[in-house]
């Protein structure tokens, strides 16, 4: 029997790894003779570094870079068992994560560090990266990426632009010409779960500068300064910058990725399914085990077990779902592939218990799944 587990992180308790780990350790307490493939899954967002190097046994560069306030910070990226591809989260370099709440002012906020992560595989001699584009602190429109890699941005004197969003509304122009060559001979895909365009209503500025410390008035400043961004790209290159599908995603960074690095916006956990070779993965499998933190309703909206349930569906191989929760609207996942779903909480406890327990949770939830298999096997059809 062949049983590929491929599971998410259960964020702020297990790595996707150690949840793989922990589901085989109770899966081979009744089935010891099984075939077990651990391939662990992410869909771009935070923990798709370190399920992409457990997956493809791979290795994590570090290094310091600027941070969204323009501090030093330690920030890491992927870099896939091959040598061949670089994993980068933006949210290492240009994360909310990293600022302080009092802190936190998308106005001054520069993206900067991410594109030194870039410019660091660059050197390394990568020319396939996956960026993750969830997660940051900027509204700054990508531009701080982009200065990174020797894109300038001037005001109408001819001064650089200063960091931050805020400086937007005095973008009067800007020079590509001395971007880095190696960029054009780099392949980027961009794991991007939201469609949100640049401006308006559902824009960066509107809809995320609030949580990234945006005032009501700064909100308007920002908006009013990506949309000067998006008219002199427009202008420049003859496109519709604010018709770019996931364009307003992490600050703007999507249209940035999609105009400097010629970078396509896709699905996280395409992109990840893609790399891993999960379908090759899943042929010859009599059962897949996926899972994350909570399933719900809004699993099937792009999250990882969903995604992996689909190539499973399509291959015709049952799928088990296991979450820390299973949350409200939980049974639409059956219609996407997932063929049952199960809690690993065997009691009600605080939050701060639930997550330490994570690991001895999953797995006698895992033994108990099997255990009721094996029951099964032996019961007259």
């Not at 290094?63 to 994993?87: I, N």
């Not at 999507?254 to 395409?270: M, N, Q, R, S, W």
């Not at 499973?312 to 639409?332: K, T, Y």
Request: charged share 15%; hydrophobic share 45%.
């Amino acid at each position: 029997m062949k049983i590929v587990i491929a599971p998410d992180s259960f964020k702020e308790s297990l790595s996707a790894e150690r949840t793989a780990q922990a589901i085989k350790k109770g899966f081979e307490e009744i089935f010891p003779e099984a075939q077990y493939v651990c391939l662990p899954i992410a869909d771009g967002g935070e923990g798709t570094v370190e399920a992409m190097i457990a997956a493809t046994r791979g290795k994590l560069v570090t290094l310091t870079v600027s941070g969204p306030m323009s501090q030093p910070v330690e920030a890491f990226y992927g870099v896939t068992g091959d040598g061949r591809t670089a994993v980068i989260e933006m949210a290492a370099a240009s994360g909310l994560m990293l600022v302080e709440p009092e802190l936190r002012n998308p106005m001054s906020a520069t993206s900067f560090g991410t594109g030194e992560l870039i410019k660091h595989a660059l050197n390394a001699g990568i020319r396939h990266i996956i960026l993750g584009i969830g997660g940051s602190a900027t509204v700054d429109g990508g531009i701080g990426m982009a200065q990174a890699l020797g894109v300038h941005f001037y005001d109408a004197d001819g001064n650089e632009l200063a960091a931050g969003g805020g400086a937007l509304n005095s973008l009067s122009r800007i020079d590509q010409q001395q971007i880095d060559p190696r960029v054009k001979e780099c392949h980027f895909e961009i794991a991007c779960d939201v469609d949100n365009p640049l401006t308006g209503p559902r824009g960066a500025a509107t809809v995320f500068g609030p949580q990234k410390g945006a005032t009501p008035e700064m909100v308007i400043q920002l908006d009013n300064g990506l949309a000067n961004l998006a008219e002199i790209l427009g202008a420049q290159t003859g496109r519709d910058i604010n018709a770019i599908v996931g364009g307003g995603a992490a600050g703007g960074m999507g249209v940035a990725a999609e105009i400097f690095l010629g970078g396509k916006l896709k699905p996280g956990i395409d992109i990840i399914m893609n790399a891993v070779n999960l379908e090759q993965v899943l042929e010859g499998a009599d059962l897949v085990i996926t899972g994350e933190g909570r399933i719900d309703s809004q699993t099937v909206g792009g999250k990882a077990p969903i995604g992996v349930a689909r190539v499973a569906h399509r291959l015709g191989v049952p799928v088990i779902g296991m979450a820390g929760v299973l949350g409200e609207g939980v049974e639409v996942v059956h219609q996407h592939g997932i063929d049952a779903v199960f809690s690993i909480l065997p009691r009600l406890a605080p939050l701060a218990t639930v997550l330490l327990q994570g690991e001895i949770n999953l797995q006698h939830c895992a033994r108990n799944i099997a255990q009721a298999m094996k029951l099964g096997q032996a019961i007259p059809a």
